[in-house]
């Protein structure tokens, strides 16, 4: 069973940025589509990026696009969700996810695996 484990968040003004990383531990993460979803107090989780298995194709929220970027590097199994211009509407815990073999990036997709969540705090 694959393990996610996020790392990069933080307390980051209004303006900045911060890069969110997710290392899997699994030998077939070449074959995963992954993604970032995000929960803010009070609000529905929602999808903010995602990512096919090669990299090739990406899918963002409305929300994000323009100042958020997904990549991944399938050699150090990691997927890395760099955010600029952050406004405190970005402020929520941050999820990684995946699931093996998922060829559809947009919503709705549930994956089957899940990281513990990484805060990010964006101050006005």
């Known amino acids: 069973q694959v393990q996610l484990v996020e790392s990069g968040g933080g307390l980051v003004q209004a303006g900045g940025s911060l890069r969110l990383s997710c290392a899997a531990s699994?030998?077939?993460?070449?074959?995963?589509?992954m993604a970032w979803f995000r929960q803010a107090p009070g609000k529905e989780r929602e999808s903010v990026a995602a990512i096919s298995w090669t990299g090739a194709n990406t899918y963002y929220a409305d929300a994000v696009k323009g100042r958020f970027t997904i990549s991944r590097d399938n050699a150090k199994n990691t997927v890395y969700l760099l955010m600029n211009n952050l406004k405190p509407d970005d402020t929520a815990v941050y999820y990684c996810?995946?699931?093996?073999?998922?060829?559809?990036?947009?919503?709705?997709?549930?994956?089957?695996?899940w990281g513990q969540g990484t805060q990010v705090t964006v101050s006005s």
């Open positions: 699994v030998r077939t993460f070449s074959s995963y589509a």
């Open positions: 996810a995946g699931e093996r073999g998922r060829e559809r990036l947009f919503p709705p997709w549930t994956p089957n695996a």
